[in-house]
């Protein structure tokens, strides 16, 4: 299958008092149509970031793309016009965010917000509109819809107002739903269910699914593909399975070592990574992940490893071989 | 790297860290860029000089002697400023209003935040009915135009203090009961903000610990909590000299203010509005001094906000 | 919200008590009121004596401020001031409506002075209040999406050049330039003084004419401060994640900011333009004085000057009352605009 997003070398910088900070550096990744993409990483490892400049959200000042090209169905996202650019957000590509108590306008009716994006790209009217409306919350599983449209968001449960976001970016169909940690915000029963509703939602209508999070038990139920970042780098890419079966770079396998599991044996302590996450300003020579690694040679600490395939779908960026612990020869 | 304890993990990351900024570096930082604001410091250091150096060159009976066969005479080369309605240059008088209407604004300032931070201090924390109480207080103040206010105090107090003699110049005792009267009201503004401050504060760790420990309540509320305020306290007591500058310009010029003929640039101003197509050069030059001070004021106070924003953190290049 | 209302009335009546003791309490302390009587001075002590059982001063204060409050036409007072309360007092008390009768304009009725000037103070502070809103929203928003450009720098100077300046020197400034320079340059020139022109008479036009410099005094200050706020408002607004999401579902811009920004950052414009209405009222003082217009901010400077206390702590109660009602309108419309507490 054909991707349907491509990105390219994408670099993201972002100018702040503290210095420029490094965001994204140089990624490249693609997602298939129809299918979903986990992208997994800390706080501030440039997921989100990179989300945003597919939307081309990123505020100027002082964030700035600085490389890269983003293909979507032929087009370079990073090339086209601002107005070109609207018409694709919201019709061809939607999004939905971590915090659906901030991300909503608190001042207009949840009616008015999910209809407005269908009166103004698919030419609806109010009517028509609120109609659709009325069918997407049912979609959604938000109860007693005719009512609904009218509340305002403060009126809403946090789960309901997440499936509103869910709504309100499914609403003109688009090809694409990029999920920024949609349920880090939400407890746990109400996370369930929204990882339900995407599924099915997906399944429905045949979109391709990006969805970000830190938590790796999310992605293992939803993603197809998944791609692990750190400090703005795509470190390892592979197929769902693949990845929590073999993990190969260090990063990933001090992620997943550091999940607490129902079957460890009580007493032992949690495994952490030691050290702290890059701050994006700071520029080491050599891997990001150097200094926390556990496998690190002297390579690493020099030269930062390139993103390569190792296995028929997988790729990582590390100079060692987490299975013998030396480097690997190429 | 293999067997590496994380205290050494962070050692050999923070090798390459770029210097953390503190706290009062990133404030000084932020200042110096409002570029406004350092602008608004030289100028007011500019006029504090006028007011109090000019002094070095005339005397205050110059300032206060009067010539009427040069009344109303338009800027000169002997009045640089011309002279007002019984023939006082007025270039001199602005210099001694100067010391008087920024003297005011000062000294108006010390009274309001006195005030303010005691009432907001005390209703913050001991909370209850006292707070009740105070607040009731502060928001009926709060409700009555200051300037009105300010007038009938003016008026009937006005003459209620002798003159006074202080670092060698004599002025009006209407001086000291303006100061007065402008620090009763304006204190309210202050007060809110401190009890505010107060009220989240007095439930932090370090005030329990505080209490624990058997501090006094005087000791609590002056040596811990207080001085966590200082920042927004500073802010609105540097933007209140103006208001109070304001305020004694508006009284004066009104005619209850100080009475000549001590100078202030407010009063200098009073009944010029008779003179306007005569002689503007009565109310223009007191009236841009008094402009030029409030803007600097402002420039500063508001540069001092923007530094001690804690949420000010992205530059915008 | 009925229950918002109400409340927000209730919490306003303890505070009308207050600044009427407030005031009152001012009102006793502030000059000798035997020694404006009439203008003549009154020294025999016998006179004093009875004068002051007249004016009722010799009650204890507690009843001197029930009478003002609420009058004594319910109990007998000392009328001839004989040290025996033996007539049905006349007066009805400030919760009635009356505020005693002037000292200086014998005789007349305090409510009746003040309303004959308070409808042209309102001429000019209602249109005032108005361009105030329109102007401080219309630089605003456009200072805050033109952010960092020149046209923002330019406007924000202006913006603390407006809000520095007192207001005399506004309205003196403007006369100078409007009335009297223009005048001189032959140009169509604005009337500095009156309401209208006693030669052409109390017109409408003429009215309108007179009111053009007072009011561009009135509102140039406070529409320079609001700006900024509204600029303010509008930048933290611009940056809230709503706003995102609203250009993240592709929506132009322009139906970003005023179908989803604006509302937002007016909101607050509201509060503030109540706790305006007091700023307004002194402004209208020195306005007032300056173009010699018959407001009541003159009558209170006129009757001030001259010691007369009816009128003064009339106006100053009339004034608070005034104050705190609009605050109470506009909290009750801002609860009412915003769906939070409507609906809440």
């Given at each position: 299958?054909?991707?349907?997003?491509?990105?390219?070398?994408?670099?993201?910088?972002?100018?702040?008092?503290?210095?420029?900070?490094?965001?994204?550096?140089?990624?490249?990744?693609?997602?298939?149509?129809?299918?979903?993409?986990?992208?997994?990483?800390?706080?501030?490892?440039?997921?989100?970031?990179?989300?945003?400049?597919?939307?081309?959200?990123?505020?100027?000042?002082?964030?700035?793309?600085?490389?890269?090209?983003?293909?979507?169905?032929?087009?370079?996202?990073?090339?086209?016009?601002?107005?070109?650019?609207?018409?694709?957000?919201?019709?061809?590509?939607?999004?939905?965010?971590?915090?659906?108590?901030?991300?909503?306008?608190?001042?207009?009716?949840?009616?008015?917000?999910?209809?407005?994006?269908?009166?103004?790209?698919?030419?609806?009217?109010?009517?028509?509109?609120?109609?659709?409306?009325?069918?997407?919350?049912?979609?959604?599983?938000?109860?007693?819809?005719?009512?609904?449209?009218?509340?305002?968001?403060?009126?809403?449960?946090?789960?309901?107002?997440?499936?509103?976001?869910?709504?309100?970016?499914?609403?003109?169909?688009?090809?694409?739903?990029?999920?920024?940690?949609?349920?880090?915000?939400?407890?746990?029963?109400?996370?369930?269910?929204?990882?339900?509703?995407?599924?099915?939602?997906?399944?429905?209508?045949?979109?391709?699914?990006?969805?970000?999070?830190?938590?790796?038990?999310?992605?293992?139920?939803?993603?197809?593909?998944?791609?692990?970042?750190?400090?703005?780098?795509?470190?390892?890419?592979?197929?769902?399975?693949?990845?929590?079966?073999?993990?190969?770079?260090?990063?990933?396998?001090?992620?997943?070592?550091?999940?607490?599991?129902?079957?460890?044996?009580?007493?032992?302590?949690?495994?952490?990574?030691?050290?702290?996450?890059?701050?994006?300003?700071?520029?080491?020579?050599?891997?990001?992940?150097?200094?926390?690694?556990?496998?690190?040679?002297?390579?690493?600490?020099?030269?930062n490893p390139p993103l390569e395939l190792v296995d028929h779908d997988h790729k990582i960026a590390c100079w060692v071989d987490v299975k013998t612990g030396t480097e690997r020869s190429l | 790297m293999i067997g590496t304890a994380e205290s050494e993990v962070i050692k050999i990351q923070e090798e390459f860290k770029t210097e953390a900024l503190t706290p009062g570096q990133l404030m000084r930082m932020r200042f110096r860029r409002h570029k406004m604001a350092v602008f608004g410091l030289v100028m007011l250091v500019v006029l504090i000089l006028y007011s109090f150096g000019g002094s070095l060159f005339f005397t205050e009976a110059d300032a206060n002697f009067t010539n009427t066969k040069e009344r109303l005479s338009a800027p000169s080369a002997a009045h640089p400023f011309g002279t007002d309605t019984i023939g006082r240059d007025i270039l001199i008088r602005t210099i001694y209003g100067g010391q008087i209407s920024l003297l005011i604004g000062l000294a108006a300032v010390v009274v309001e935040v006195f005030l303010g931070v005691l009432i907001g201090a005390i209703a913050g924390y001991y909370g209850g009915w006292i707070d009740g109480l105070l607040m009731r207080f502060t928001e009926a103040m709060f409700n009555i135009p200051q300037l009105f206010l300010l007038l009938v105090m003016a008026k009937f107090f006005g003459r209620s203090v002798p003159d006074i003699n202080l670092f060698g110049r004599q002025f009006s005792g209407s001086v000291v009961v303006i100061i007065v009267i402008i620090g009763l009201t304006s204190w309210m503004y202050l007060a809110r903000i401190v009890r505010a401050n107060f009220l989240s504060l007095k439930e932090r760790e370090f005030v329990l610990a505080a209490h624990t420990t058997g501090t006094s309540n005087s000791s609590i509320i002056f040596q811990h909590i207080l001085p966590n305020s200082i920042a927004p306290i500073i802010v609105s007591g540097t933007l209140s000299v103006a208001n109070a500058i304001l305020a004694e310009a508006y009284i004066s010029f009104l005619g209850l203010g100080v009475k000549p003929p001590t100078a202030t640039w407010g009063n200098m101003l009073e009944g010029a509005y008779n003179y306007v197509e005569t002689a503007p050069w009565l109310w223009i030059f007191p009236g841009l001094l008094i402009v030029l001070t409030v803007l600097s004021i402002n420039f500063v106070g508001d540069g001092l906000r923007d530094a001690v924003d804690p949420h000010a953190l992205i530059d915008a290049g | 919200m009925t229950r918002y209302i109400i409340r927000r009335i209730l919490q306003a009546i303890p505070l009308l008590f207050i600044i009427s003791v407030l005031l009152f309490v001012l009102m006793i302390n502030t000059g000798d009121p035997l020694s404006t009587m009439g203008g003549r001075r009154v020294t025999r002590p016998a006179d004093r004596e009875r004068l002051s059982r007249q004016l009722g001063l010799d009650q204890p204060i507690y009843k001197q401020y029930l009478f003002w409050l609420i009058g004594n036409d319910w109990t007998n007072v000392d009328v001839d001031g004989d040290g025996i309360a033996e007539t049905t007092g006349i007066r009805k008390g400030i919760l009635r409506g009356d505020f005693g009768t002037s000292i200086t304009q014998r005789g007349k009725e305090v409510t009746d002075i003040i309303l004959e000037r308070l409808p042209n103070t309102l001429i000019l502070m209602i249109p005032a209040e108005i361009i105030i809103i329109i102007l401080s929203l219309a630089v605003g928003i456009y200072s805050a999406l033109r952010q960092y450009s020149i046209s923002d720098h330019i406007i924000t100077g202006l913006s603390f050049i407006g809000y520095s300046m007192p207001i005399f020197f506004i309205a003196l400034l403007s006369m100078y330039i409007f009335g009297v320079n223009f005048k001189q340059w032959g140009l169509p020139y604005l009337p500095t003084v009156g309401m209208f022109d006693p030669k052409i008479g109390r017109t409408i036009g003429q009215v309108l004419l007179h009111m053009i410099l007072p009011i561009f005094s009135l509102t140039v200050i406070t529409a320079a401060g609001y700006s900024r706020f509204v600029r303010s408002q509008m930048l933290e607004v611009i940056s809230e994640d709503y706003i995102r999401t609203a250009r993240a579902k592709g929506l132009p811009k322009r139906m970003v900011i005023t179908g989803h920004a604006l509302k937002n950052a007016a909101l607050p414009l509201v509060t503030i333009v109540g706790l305006d209405i007091p700023l307004l009222l002194g402004g209208a003082v020195v306005t007032e004085t300056i173009f010699a217009w018959p407001g009541m901010g003159r009558l209170f400077i006129d009757h001030l000057s001259r010691s007369d206390t009816p009128v003064v702590m009339g106006i100053l109660m009339m004034i608070s009352v005034a104050v705190i009602l609009s605050q109470l309108i506009t909290d009750i419309i801002y609860a009412w605009l915003d769906p939070r507490i409507r609906y809440s």
């Amino acid at each position: 299958m054909d991707p349907i997003l491509t990105l390219e070398n994408v670099e993201v910088k972002f100018q702040t008092l503290a210095g420029m900070v490094n965001a994204v550096n140089g990624v490249s990744y693609s997602v298939e149509a129809g299918k979903t993409l986990g992208i997994v990483g800390e706080s501030g490892c440039g997921k989100s970031v990179s989300m945003l400049t597919v939307m081309r959200l990123i505020p100027d000042p002082p964030g700035k793309i600085t490389a890269g090209k983003i293909f979507f169905k032929g087009q370079d996202l990073l090339a086209i016009s601002e107005e070109k650019m609207e018409h694709i957000r919201g019709s061809e590509i939607g999004m939905v965010f971590q915090d659906p108590m901030t991300s909503l306008n608190p001042v207009l009716t949840i009616g008015r917000q999910i209809g407005e994006a269908m009166m103004v790209h698919n030419g609806f009217s109010r009517e028509q509109a609120d109609a659709r409306t009325i069918e997407l919350l049912n979609m959604v599983g938000i109860g007693n819809p005719e009512q609904r449209i009218k509340e305002y968001p403060h009126q809403f449960s946090g789960g309901m107002r997440q499936r509103a976001g869910i709504a309100m970016a499914l609403a003109c169909v688009p090809d694409i739903l990029i999920a920024d940690e949609p349920t880090t915000a939400l407890d746990v029963t109400i996370q369930a269910q929204i990882v339900e509703l995407t599924k099915r939602l997906q399944k429905e209508l045949g979109m391709a699914v990006i969805w970000i999070s830190h938590d790796l038990g999310v992605i293992a139920e939803l993603a197809d593909r998944v791609i692990v970042m750190y400090a703005g780098y795509v470190v390892e890419e592979a197929d769902v399975f693949a990845l929590y079966e073999n993990p190969s770079h260090p990063y990933t396998l001090s992620l997943l070592k550091s999940l607490p599991r129902v079957d460890d044996s009580g007493g032992e302590r949690l495994t952490t990574i030691p050290g702290f996450p890059p701050d994006g300003i700071t520029v080491m020579p050599g891997c990001p992940f150097a200094p926390r690694c556990s496998f690190a040679v002297e390579h690493c600490q020099k030269e930062n490893p390139p993103l390569e395939l190792v296995d028929h779908d997988h790729k990582i960026a590390c100079w060692v071989d987490v299975k013998t612990g030396t480097e690997r020869s190429l | 790297m293999i067997g590496t304890a994380e205290s050494e993990v962070i050692k050999i990351q923070e090798e390459f860290k770029t210097e953390a900024l503190t706290p009062g570096q990133l404030m000084r930082m932020r200042f110096r860029r409002h570029k406004m604001a350092v602008f608004g410091l030289v100028m007011l250091v500019v006029l504090i000089l006028y007011s109090f150096g000019g002094s070095l060159f005339f005397t205050e009976a110059d300032a206060n002697f009067t010539n009427t066969k040069e009344r109303l005479s338009a800027p000169s080369a002997a009045h640089p400023f011309g002279t007002d309605t019984i023939g006082r240059d007025i270039l001199i008088r602005t210099i001694y209003g100067g010391q008087i209407s920024l003297l005011i604004g000062l000294a108006a300032v010390v009274v309001e935040v006195f005030l303010g931070v005691l009432i907001g201090a005390i209703a913050g924390y001991y909370g209850g009915w006292i707070d009740g109480l105070l607040m009731r207080f502060t928001e009926a103040m709060f409700n009555i135009p200051q300037l009105f206010l300010l007038l009938v105090m003016a008026k009937f107090f006005g003459r209620s203090v002798p003159d006074i003699n202080l670092f060698g110049r004599q002025f009006s005792g209407s001086v000291v009961v303006i100061i007065v009267i402008i620090g009763l009201t304006s204190w309210m503004y202050l007060a809110r903000i401190v009890r505010a401050n107060f009220l989240s504060l007095k439930e932090r760790e370090f005030v329990l610990a505080a209490h624990t420990t058997g501090t006094s309540n005087s000791s609590i509320i002056f040596q811990h909590i207080l001085p966590n305020s200082i920042a927004p306290i500073i802010v609105s007591g540097t933007l209140s000299v103006a208001n109070a500058i304001l305020a004694e310009a508006y009284i004066s010029f009104l005619g209850l203010g100080v009475k000549p003929p001590t100078a202030t640039w407010g009063n200098m101003l009073e009944g010029a509005y008779n003179y306007v197509e005569t002689a503007p050069w009565l109310w223009i030059f007191p009236g841009l001094l008094i402009v030029l001070t409030v803007l600097s004021i402002n420039f500063v106070g508001d540069g001092l906000r923007d530094a001690v924003d804690p949420h000010a953190l992205i530059d915008a290049g | 919200m009925t229950r918002y209302i109400i409340r927000r009335i209730l919490q306003a009546i303890p505070l009308l008590f207050i600044i009427s003791v407030l005031l009152f309490v001012l009102m006793i302390n502030t000059g000798d009121p035997l020694s404006t009587m009439g203008g003549r001075r009154v020294t025999r002590p016998a006179d004093r004596e009875r004068l002051s059982r007249q004016l009722g001063l010799d009650q204890p204060i507690y009843k001197q401020y029930l009478f003002w409050l609420i009058g004594n036409d319910w109990t007998n007072v000392d009328v001839d001031g004989d040290g025996i309360a033996e007539t049905t007092g006349i007066r009805k008390g400030i919760l009635r409506g009356d505020f005693g009768t002037s000292i200086t304009q014998r005789g007349k009725e305090v409510t009746d002075i003040i309303l004959e000037r308070l409808p042209n103070t309102l001429i000019l502070m209602i249109p005032a209040e108005i361009i105030i809103i329109i102007l401080s929203l219309a630089v605003g928003i456009y200072s805050a999406l033109r952010q960092y450009s020149i046209s923002d720098h330019i406007i924000t100077g202006l913006s603390f050049i407006g809000y520095s300046m007192p207001i005399f020197f506004i309205a003196l400034l403007s006369m100078y330039i409007f009335g009297v320079n223009f005048k001189q340059w032959g140009l169509p020139y604005l009337p500095t003084v009156g309401m209208f022109d006693p030669k052409i008479g109390r017109t409408i036009g003429q009215v309108l004419l007179h009111m053009i410099l007072p009011i561009f005094s009135l509102t140039v200050i406070t529409a320079a401060g609001y700006s900024r706020f509204v600029r303010s408002q509008m930048l933290e607004v611009i940056s809230e994640d709503y706003i995102r999401t609203a250009r993240a579902k592709g929506l132009p811009k322009r139906m970003v900011i005023t179908g989803h920004a604006l509302k937002n950052a007016a909101l607050p414009l509201v509060t503030i333009v109540g706790l305006d209405i007091p700023l307004l009222l002194g402004g209208a003082v020195v306005t007032e004085t300056i173009f010699a217009w018959p407001g009541m901010g003159r009558l209170f400077i006129d009757h001030l000057s001259r010691s007369d206390t009816p009128v003064v702590m009339g106006i100053l109660m009339m004034i608070s009352v005034a104050v705190i009602l609009s605050q109470l309108i506009t909290d009750i419309i801002y609860a009412w605009l915003d769906p939070r507490i409507r609906y809440s």
